[in-house]
Each structure stands twice: as structure tokens, then as C-alpha cells.
């Protein structure tokens, strides 16, 4: 299958920081990525769909202006947590998925988020 | 809204027995079906995909798809202690977006 690759695995920031996760297709071009997140003990939130080239289309309740997902290129998104907070620590997933109906979805290895 | 259900657990299957998950969706039109696996603080990896009504076997794992009761679901045979995890299942929708259950934990005990 396809290689995603997520970078950092974890990170520790101080509130009121920013921190950039990248996430990258290795072995294909991806030219739409998801962002998700997950609480612990809940199932994966579709935070975002990375659109390359173009603004990134965020599900309803996600603040645009503190998670800002650039797609560059066909093998790099990234999304930046801006003025981080506790309550935004959490395990940050992104993924490729493939074309067509029989599309499934590669993910990378996630982030985990803590803000103190 | 479309919706993926699946009961959240735990399920706990001796090991050697079958453990079987089970998924439903709402949106009629969905052509593909996933089965993930996700082990704690790590992303899940797909297990399964069928697209088809009827039984997908690979190795221990078996899917069965049900278009008309709108059901799928995950056979485990032989259940192994690495086999405790938990199993979501991801529906494609006919917007070509994987809508996603909240997952099944899975606990099989030695």
C-alpha cells in the first residue's frame, strides 16, 4: 500500500504557541489529504480535506484561523496549530486516500498534541 | 445525516474463538466498505475492503456486506491476544468521503 509519513509523532508546546505538523505522501501524489482528530476513546473527527493548490475545506465547528492546513504540492500538507491550548491536545491524524470508489485510506503514523 | 454505527464494547473473546464486529450505515448509495484496526496511540490500518454483497476472506479476518440490510461486518478466527484492538469501520459515501464508526474495542483474553 501507500507510504504516508507524519512528522512529529509527538510534541510537547506551552500555551499560546503555534506548532506545525507535515504530513507526506511518499511513494504517490496525493492531491487531496485529510486532517483528523482523536480524543482519547473516541472514533477519528474529520477535521479538514487539504485540497492541493487550494484552500483547504474545514468541517463545521473546526476554526479555520487556528488550524491552518496548507497543501503545496502533490506530497506535503500541513496543518499548524496556532495559540495552542490544553483543549487542543489531542492525536492528530492525517491521510491520503486513493481515487475512485474503491478509494480506502493510508494514514500516516499521527501526532500527539499536549499543550501545557 | 449519514451515519456509520457500530457498538463501542468492549467485546471480549477467549482466544482461539471467532470474534465478530459488526457496522451499519445509513446512506443506501455507498459502494465501499472498510475495516480498519487501531491499536492505542496509533493510526489505523486497514484490514479489510469489500465492495461487493457476500463473504471476503483473507487469511483469519472475513467480511460480509449486506447492501439491503445496509450491514457489514468483520469475522476474526482464531482470535489472538495481538488481535486486541480497536475496529472501526470507514463507509464510502457517495460524495467519494469515508464516513467513520466510532469503533468497536476488541479484548481477547489468554
Known amino acids: 500500500g501507500a507510504v504516508v509519513s507524519q512528522h512529529p509523532s509527538r510534541v510537547i508546546c506551552k500555551s499560546g504557541t503555534s506548532v506545525k505538523i507535515e504530513c507526506r505522501s511518499l511513494?504517490?501524489?496525493?492531491?487531496?489529504m485529510f486532517w483528523y482528530r482523536q480524543f482519547p476513546k473516541q472514533s477519528l473527527m474529520l477535521m479538514a480535506t487539504?485540497?492541493?493548490?487550494?484552500?483547504?475545506?474545514?468541517e463545521q465547528g473546526v476554526e479555520k484561523d487556528k488550524f491552518l492546513i496548507n497543501h503545496a504540492s502533490l506530497t506535503l500538507s500541513t496543518l499548524t496549530v496556532t495559540s495552542a491550548h490544553p483543549e487542543d491536545s489531542s492525536f492528530y491524524i492525517c491521510?491520503?486516500?486513493?481515487?475512485?470508489?474503491?478509494?480506502?485510506?493510508?494514514f500516516g503514523q499521527g501526532t500527539r498534541l499536549t499543550v501545557v | 445525516q449519514k451515519e456509520v454505527e457500530q457498538n463501542s464494547g468492549p467485546l471480549s473473546v477467549p482466544e482461539g474463538a471467532i470474534a465478530s464486529l459488526n457496522c451499519t450505515y445509513s446512506?443506501?448509495?455507498?459502494?465501499?466498505f472498510f475495516w480498519y484496526r487501531q491499536y492505542s496511540g496509533k493510526s489505523p490500518e486497514l484490514i479489510m475492503s469489500?465492495?461487493s454483497n457476500g463473504d471476503k476472506e483473507d487469511g483469519r479476518f472475513t467480511a460480509q456486506l449486506n447492501k439491503a440490510s445496509q450491514y457489514v461486518s468483520l469475522l476474526i478466527r482464531d482470535s489472538q491476544p495481538s488481535d486486541s484492538a480497536t475496529y472501526l469501520c470507514?463507509?464510502?459515501?457517495?460524495?467519494?468521503?469515508?464516513?467513520w464508526g466510532a469503533g468497536t474495542k476488541l479484548i481477547i483474553k489468554p
Open positions: 511513494d504517490f501524489q496525493a492531491t487531496t
Open positions: 469489500i465492495y
Open positions: 446512506d443506501r448509495v455507498s459502494q465501499s
Open positions: 491521510s491520503a486516500e486513493g481515487t475512485g470508489t474503491r478509494a480506502e485510506a493510508f
Open positions: 470507514a463507509v464510502m459515501d457517495s460524495n467519494y468521503q469515508l464516513i
Open positions: 487539504s485540497n492541493e493548490g487550494s484552500k483547504a475545506t474545514y
